[in-house]
């Protein structure tokens, strides 16, 4: 969670009063945000530094406070100073408005066609008569950094430029140039740069810029905001242009937000707007920008109408514990910024949400505003009106003994992604993909993550191939779930938990997997029925006796469309008997790797593997099954082993 760094004194003055330490963490935790730390510019520079003194910086206490990810509203002093003198009742809930702008014609802003093939949205606003100083200037800077870093990601979705006014000249166009046709004096530069020389000096000199600088610097043309006489403002998402930077001395502030997500650019420029408003001639007024988009469409920017939400008494009552009326619940949501009103006969409130709230999605978000008034100390403890026993599903339990079993063998446990490549989980291996195997991933973001795996060799060898420089011999295991088509199930797919080894060594290692699989045989108190089988074997015997009606055998294999070396493989075969017939099935196959599969996972080395669906082992000591996965009941509102 984002962590913001405010000056205590300045936050008092805001808050009206002064607290001490104690009083503002109960004030934070009533809140739902944490003081983190309590430090000076002057401290952390001592920490850096080890300890030595640095006498230039402040030794101004400063609170840091963590603030939730989704309250882009309280990235700023003013921020955290509204909502929690709002939750105070200190002060009543801003209206904020568009100016009115009747006979006047508003500030214009052309989006041209040709943006669309690096950043296609732009979105724009003025805050008139604003009056900074040097602490409200510092904020309005550090919240633009905020954002970038949130809710922007680091500038990729969205960028924010400010500008001063006075020094440009409407009305403006986004356009997308050829990097050559881009001359400007950026910020913090004497000389004029053209996009691409531009681009090389931020990569060349400036460590906080540079790491932007991929974000465009391989498109073809470079976005850029200009005012009526061709002066450059900004070059999105980089750095804005010298001329129009704002100071100290400012008064009316251009605000233009350039995205790839216009959703997120409407929230970036609600939140710029609404956070610094308060300092404008008229208090909680923003002069509205028509945006006229690359179709021609025109709209004015930004959007400060609130949003109406509709939530069921019982919903916020059952969410948080409490009986609680209408009344109450919109007495209770004002002190978090949302007006609210009973409707329905006192059935339900209906919610206004401000454009400062843009985290209020879905009526649990107005249940959660509700408890933080009301405060969670004071819901009540209670019984739960069900009772309950949670255990261990006997699956998880099973695959818990045998990671130990494995481990004490040597073998050294690995855990992959369940998602891979189709050319990986069949083409790598020399297996046929039937279309009826795996479970493809609908529009993959990646072409390594394309289907869910229906083995876990495929894993266990990659890792193999990435660490083939350490020393040898390498043995690896898994016990994982891979997934596997199931028309029959609701969801058309299920789970199976199965189990891998690999060696890899100068030589193959076979006798080495296949003694890790007597040794996981002889753990699940399975005897082996082999023909060629010594008959003295005390151990072998003894599970026999145990288990007469069944046991697991294994039979040389010929596939040659397969991982394995043809005539170097095995498969596994659990059988079971009864008074009137006799049945088994396949459980797995180990044996050594076949060369075109190591050359694909670049393997120098000969590697040998069992793989081995652990499933069918998941039983009570009479051998009686039990459950292996959670079922959906009839109720759809509980889950039951099956």
């Given amino acids: 969670m984002p962590v913001i760094s405010v000056g205590r004194d300045k936050l008092f003055k805001s808050l009206g009063r002064e607290y001490s330490q104690e009083e503002f963490e109960g004030l934070c935790f009533d809140y739902g945000v944490e003081l983190d730390d309590v430090t000076s510019e002057q401290e952390m520079l001592r920490k850096e530094h080890g300890g030595q003194e640095n006498k230039e910086a402040s030794d101004e206490v400063l609170y840091k406070i963590d603030i939730p990810a989704n309250r882009y509203d309280m990235l700023c002093l003013e921020g955290i100073a509204r909502a929690l003198n709002i939750f105070n009742r200190r002060i009543p809930v801003p209206q904020y408005k568009l100016r009115d702008m009747t006979g006047t014609r508003p500030l214009q802003l052309t989006v041209k066609p040709e943006t669309a093939l690096v950043r296609p949205f732009a979105v724009a606003a003025v805050l008139r008569g604003i009056t900074f100083d040097s602490t409200s200037y510092s904020s309005f800077i550090d919240l633009q950094d905020k954002l970038h870093q949130n809710l922007c990601r680091q500038r990729s979705l969205v960028a924010i430029g400010t500008h001063d006014l006075a020094t440009v000249q409407a009305p403006f166009t986004y356009e997308a140039l050829p990097p050559e046709k881009i001359n400007f004096i950026p910020l913090k530069q004497k000389k004029s740069f053209n996009g691409r020389e531009l681009m090389q000096h931020y990569l060349d000199s400036d460590a906080k810029l540079k790491k932007f600088v991929p974000i465009i610097q391989d498109s073809i043309v470079y976005p850029v905001i200009l005012d009526a006489n061709r002066t450059v403002l900004s070059l999105p998402p980089i750095i804005n242009g010298a001329h129009s930077a704002i100071s100290l001395n400012t008064k009316d502030v251009f605000i233009e937000i350039t995205a790839t997500d216009l959703t997120k ?183 390594e993550f394309e289907v869910c795996r229906t083995s876990l060799l495929q894993g266990a060898l990659k890792t193999l191939g990435a660490n083939k420089d350490l020393a040898l011999p390498i043995k690896l295991f898994e016990l994982s779930d891979v997934v596997l088509l199931a028309p029959d199930k609701e969801v058309g797919s299920t789970n199976q938990r199965q189990l891998v080894a690999v060696h890899c060594s100068k030589e193959s290692g076979f006798e080495i997997i296949h003694g890790l699989l007597n040794r996981v045989m002889e753990v699940l108190g399975i005897p082996l029925r082999q023909d060629n089988l010594a008959q003295d074997d005390p151990n072998n015997n003894k599970l026999a006796k145990q288990y007469p009606n069944g046991g697991y055998s294994w039979r040389a294999a010929t596939d040659s469309h397969d991982a394995y070396f043809s005539g170097r493989q095995a498969d596994i075969f659990l059988e079971a008997s009864t008074s009137s017939q006799k049945s088994e099935v396949r459980i797995g196959k180990f044996g050594i790797i076949h060369p075109e599969v190591l050359s694909k996972f670049d393997i120098p080395f000969p590697v040998s593997a069992l793989e081995l669906n652990i499933e069918p082992f998941c039983y009570d000591q009479f051998y009686q099954a039990l459950p292996t996965h959670l079922t959906m009941t009839g109720d759809k509102e509980m889950q039951t082993l099956q």
């Avoid at 939400?309 to 004002?334: H, K, Y």
């Fill in 265 to 447: 650019a409407q929230i970036v420029l609600n939140t710029v707007c609404t956070m610094f408003c308060e300092y404008c001639s008229t208090p909680f007024e923003v002069e509205p920008v028509e945006v006229i988009d690359s179709f021609g469409n025109k709209k004015l920017y930004p959007d400060l109408s609130s949003r109406e939400m509709v939530v069921p008494e019982e919903v916020i009552n059952r969410g948080i514990g409490v009986q609680l009326g209408t009344a109450q619940m919109a007495d209770l949501l004002s002190r978090m910024q949302l007006q609210a009103e009973p409707v329905q006969a006192g059935q339900a409130v209906r919610v206004m949400v401000p454009p400062t709230r843009s985290d209020v999605l879905h009526a649990c978000d107005v249940m959660e505003d509700v408890a933080i008034a009301y405060g969670y100390n004071n819901v009540g403890l209670s019984v739960p009106p069900t009772v309950t026993v949670g255990k261990e599903l006997p699956l998880n339990q099973l695959v818990e003994l045998l990671r130990v079993e494995c481990a004490m063998c040597g073998f050294t446990e690995i855990l992959t992604w369940a998602l891979c490549s189709r050319q990986e989980n069949f083409g790598h291996l020399r297996r046929q993909d039937d279309g009826n195997t795996a479970v493809s991933i609908g529009n993959p973001a990646t072409a």
